[in-house]
């Protein structure tokens, strides 16, 4: 016990405290309103909170629901809320390690704090670990996830330098079996985030630290022997992680082989088109590389506004004041609504911005550091940085995407510079910590200091002074829009030159912007350069120093993350910040949703009395009004959601918002792991409002949700589908196709109506085809009239008109096409309304649906051939839900004779079992994505039940892998208390200096 007295008085622990109060200090002024129950407005966090909404409400009174039918008209949990049994214990050493900090303080918290030990690992000064801890926590890429709400992702980057450090002590430090202990600790909290991408990415790096391992280790005697003792030992600690975090590991590996991440069986696209060219085991490429970094965007490392930053208007920003006022009056309009951004992504919240001063001084450590390290570092970044170039260097993607297991189960290639994040301020660290050890050495030969300086330096030089050498500040889209236009014609030639001038105006006001952040980077990089020189020449010391670059890197890092995550505030309000109870309960129920529930209680009377037992089984008393009334929402709709199963589609944003998730079983959603079979179903069919899919899946109601003026959200009720198959149905005819091609495209079908010329005799052609008779028409078509006109010398010119038929709306009403009030303009009017005085081009009427009728056909693949006894059904009888649970469904059926039962549920193959009276029976994937059984003659209770074995199972495994991680440390650090020697370094270098104790 005298030695671990001995350990924890040392004065060196001051230090860490100290450095623990500060991070405290500088996240709770970075975040202040986090203390007085506001949390930042995070649309992703909206999503999730709809998406888990049914979730959570079973789980709160029936325990973990492994399905759910809010989203994407069912599917596992696995990926949007799972509470696994046995990980209290670690769960409570990750509170202890947030300190409890509310959010989003915590997560700037465990930023700072996790890179401070992994520095402190490397046995670097507590003030070097300090200052890298601010370089890495306040990098604006990292601020950005969390206003974003990606969460998930900013816990796994913030554990991510616990990785390494656990690393570094087991094999650099005497007690190795503390640092595999704390190896399996880390690893725990880090899975635990459940951002595997994250996890997956940070592998280069610790297997880049285990090859220079190998070779130290390979050096010394005996060293082998103990490198493979720790390596082995490393490998145990990160299995017991696996297993306290077994219920997301398994969860997630059974569900990812059927989601958009586990192949397709399909070898064409929607447009009939082959996918060979983008299909991989894992997404395609290009959803995998739609969010590139552009080669020349690296440069947003050292100058944030290379690119442009953020997404938004250039007049929107106040920033870009001054710079508007020197634009031409002539362009100002235009350049005020053109976009800031000119990089190669489709968007961006902002840039990955690692900070002038903090690559300064990571480029110096290759030069003055003897810490093997840095060279691993240094391979691993620039390779993922070209990585994340994605499309723009394709043949490198392709490498890795066609032959490095597991790298093309992810999307959205940027996220890979999570590694440059950490590798660059760690190099800067590594380049302070010899700075401050070895200062007169470093003094002898100073021409690299002045050399990384001065090359830093001319590039911004080059930015200031000549910067359309180094990037166009017209992006590729735009360069593509000015080239449409055509200039074989004087008008043509004209617009264009027009245009061009806009332009022109455009790229110098982005010019202005770039330059005014590359001034701003030449000024921080010359003060940064002045503060390391003067303490080399011995002006002052290294805490003078420390604080010094800490106060540059605090202005410069955190000023560019304050553009993109503030305080400011809106009234009385904050303008990026809500209350904790808006977060949780994120939207009042809209117009169209009361719509709904208006119409569900006129058919069922006994829901408005469920409805009032709930709210008056409900205590509201600690809630303000506005708080009351969303709570209200939510009871009244969870009532409806239990006693209730149909769906509902936002036609506003049905597949990138989670809004009618909140309230509804719901067709569409958010999320970026969807069941892969259902994402496809979604490009055939129900993105081109395919009827009888629609109806197939039981959408009953359409809503459209659109924000208020004051941010909220609202919706309005569209329509009540009266084709909705319900809940299941007797089909009577099967059609077997071969494979999966086969089995989606005869799905085919549309509304349809019929086109007839009008009296106004213009000649009107489809798809190139002159039309003389009534023709059936699904809106897909080519369609054009030509006009006629007269001209000075009497001759007729036909202009060639195009037309988008209205067929969805014809299907209500008739519409006419008329001519508009204006010369030359056209409008589809109800033909009610209009009398023989109109001249009507032509007309359309409804003519109901072509193609696939679900109720007449239900399509079955071969490989489920076996389990269907007859290729035709009567379809007599009867089917009705009676019990609804997302793990739980059951039906009463009466027929006279057999039936193929289809249920507009998912089909999934894990999990998920179907009874007849209690006796279980297979489950048929039919119409590409729904179940189906056989039932026979009589009256019968069918049941759908879902367990998933393994989610018991892996409660067992968490319990025992968290008593093994503290068994663990506990060995460590009993072994700690019996050892006499010093706790010297096994780190070997030139240098030996290097391994001083803290």
């Not at 671990?4 to 991070?23: R, Y």
């Not at 089984?617 to 959601?641: G, I």
């Not at 699904?778 to 008109?801: A, C, R």
């Not at 009256?939 to 074995?949: D, Q």
Request: net charge negative; aromatic share 14%; hydrophobic share 40%.
């Amino acid at each position: 016990m005298n030695r671990l007295k001995e350990i924890l008085l040392q004065k060196s622990n001051l230090w860490h405290v100290g450095a623990i109060a500060l991070f405290v200090i500088i996240a709770s002024i970075f975040f202040y309103p986090g203390w007085s129950g506001y949390n930042i407005e995070q649309g992703d966090v909206t999503n999730w909170v709809g998406a888990s909404q049914e979730i959570k409400d079973f789980r709160e009174s029936e325990g973990q629901p492994g399905w759910t039918n809010s989203m994407f008209s069912g599917m596992p949990a696995t990926q949007i809320s799972m509470d696994y049994e046995g990980r209290d214990i670690p769960f409570f050493l990750r509170d202890v390690y947030r300190l409890w900090l509310p959010r989003p303080i915590s997560i700037l918290f465990i930023y700072f704090l996790s890179f401070y030990i992994m520095a402190i690992s490397f046995r670097m000064k507590p003030i070097v670990a300090i200052v890298g801890a601010l370089a890495f926590g306040l990098s604006s890429s990292q601020l950005i996830i969390i206003e974003a709400g990606h969460l998930t992702k900013a816990f796994a980057i913030g554990y991510a330098p616990l990785l390494i450090a656990g690393m570094v002590f087991a094999y650099r430090w005497k007690n190795w079996i503390l640092g595999v202990g704390l190896s399996a600790l880390f690893m725990t909290f880090e899975l635990s985030a459940n951002h595997l991408q994250i996890t997956y990415y940070m592998a280069f790096v610790l297997i880049g630290l285990g090859i220079v391992e190998f070779i130290r280790h390979y050096k010394k005697e005996g060293g082998v022997l103990r490198f493979a003792k720790i390596t082995g030992g490393l490998m145990v600690a990160y299995a017991i992680a696996l297993m306290v975090n077994m219920g997301n590991i398994i969860g997630t590996n059974e569900y990812a082989k059927y989601t958009t991440r586990g192949g397709t069986d399909l070898t064409i696209t929607a447009d009939g088109q082959p996918n060979e060219e983008i299909a991989t085991s894992g997404l395609d490429r290009e959803y995998i590389t739609n969010w590139s970094y552009g080669k020349g965007e690296t440069f947003t490392f050292i100058v944030p506004n290379f690119k442009g930053g953020e997404t938004m208007r250039i007049g929107d920003n106040d920033a870009n004041k001054k710079i508007l006022k020197d634009v031409p009056s002539q362009g100002r309009q235009f350049v005020k609504g053109s976009n800031q951004y000119w990089g190669d992504q489709p968007f961006t919240s902002g840039p990955v911005y690692l900070g002038i001063i903090v690559v300064f001084l990571a480029l110096l450590s290759f030069f003055y550091t003897k810490e093997k390290f840095r060279w691993a570092l240094l391979i691993v970044t620039v390779i993922t940085v070209m990585l994340s170039w994605g499309k723009n260097f394709m043949g490198f993607t392709n490498f890795f995407l066609d032959y490095v297991p597991g790298y093309n189960k992810f999307r959205a290639v940027t996220i890979i510079l999570a590694v440059a994040q950490l590798s660059v301020p760690l190099l800067g660290a590594m380049f302070l910590h010899r700075l401050v050890k070895a200062r007169d050495k470093i003094k002898e030969n100073l021409v690299p200091f002045y050399a990384v300086g001065g090359s830093l330096a001319f590039i911004l030089l080059i930015f200031l002074a000549i910067p359309t050498t180094v990037t166009s500040f017209i992006s590729d889209a735009e360069i593509q829009q000015l080239n449409t236009l055509d200039v074989s014609t004087p008008q043509g030639e004209e617009a264009f030159n027009y245009w061009s001038d806009q332009y022109d105006m455009l790229a110098e006001a982005r010019a202005d912007i770039m330059q005014k952040d590359a001034i701003r980077s030449f000024a921080l990089l010359a003060l940064s350069f002045l503060a390391v020189l003067l303490f080399i020449r011995g002006v002052y010391n290294k805490y003078i120093l420390g604080g010094a670059l800490a106060i540059l890197i605090l202005f410069d890092l955190g000023g560019v993350s304050k553009r993109y995550i503030n305080t400011e505030k809106r009234g009385r309000n904050y303008e990026q910040w809500v209350e904790v109870w808006k977060q949780k309960l994120p939207y009042s129920a809209g117009n169209g949703d009361l719509e709904i529930f208006n119409r569900e209680v006129q058919k069922n009377p006994d829901l408005l009395f469920a409805v009032d037992s709930a709210l008056n089984a409900t205590d509201f008393s600690d809630m303000e009004n506005k708080e009351k009334a969303r709570y209200m929402d939510w009871v009244k709709f969870r009532t409806l959601n239990r006693y209730t199963n149909y769906r509902v589609m936002d036609m506003s944003n049905p597949f990138n918002s989670s809004y009618a998730s909140y309230f509804h079983k719901s067709i569409g959603g958010y999320h970026g792991a969807k069941l892969g079979r259902y994402q496809e179903l979604i490009e055939f069919h129900i993105g081109k409002a395919n009827p009888a899919v629609l109806d197939m899946l039981n959408m009953k109601y359409q809503i459209a949700s659109q924000p208020t003026q004051s941010g909220d959200m609202n919706s309005q009720f569209v329509k009540e589908n009266p084709t909705a198959m319900g809940n299941a149905w007797f089909t009577k005819n099967v059609k077997m196709v071969e494979n999966a091609d086969e089995e989606i495209m005869a799905l085919e079908s549309s509304n349809a109506a019929k086109l007839s010329i009008g009296k106004a005799g213009f000649p009107v052609y489809i798809n190139g085809e002159q039309v003389t008779e009534t023709t059936v028409v699904t809106g897909q078509e080519n369609v054009y009239f030509l006009f006629p006109s007269q001209q000075v010398d009497g001759s007729v010119v036909y202009d060639t008109i195009k037309q988008q038929l209205p067929v969805q709306q014809a299907a209500a009403f008739d519409l006419s096409l008329i001519p508009g009030q204006k010369p030359g303009t056209w409008n589809w009017a109800y033909d009610e309304m209009l009398d023989s005085t109109f001249n009507k081009i032509m007309t359309l009427t409804t003519s109901g649906r072509i193609g696939w009728d679900p109720l007449e056909e239900t399509v079955v693949d071969n490989d489920f051939s076996d389990q269907i006894s007859q290729q035709s059904y009567s379809g007599e009888g009867t089917i009705t839900m009676t019990s609804y649970h997302p793990d739980n469904l059951v039906y009463k059926s009466s027929s006279p004779d057999k039936q193929l039962a289809v249920f507009s549920e998912i089909y999934y193959p894990l999990g998920w079992k179907a009874y007849i009276d209690g006796e279980e029976v297979p489950i048929i994937r039919v119409n590409y994505v729904l179940r189906a059984i056989e039932v026979p003659a009589g009256e019968h209770t069918i049941e759908f039940a879902y367990n998933l074995p393994s989610f018991k199972r892996s409660g067992t495994f968490s319990w025992i892998g968290s008593i093994l991680v503290l068994l663990m440390i506990g060995a460590g650090i009993f072994y700690e208390t019996k050892r006499t020697d010093e706790a010297t370094s096994e780190e070997e270098g030139e240098d030996e200096t290097d391994a001083e104790e803290v």
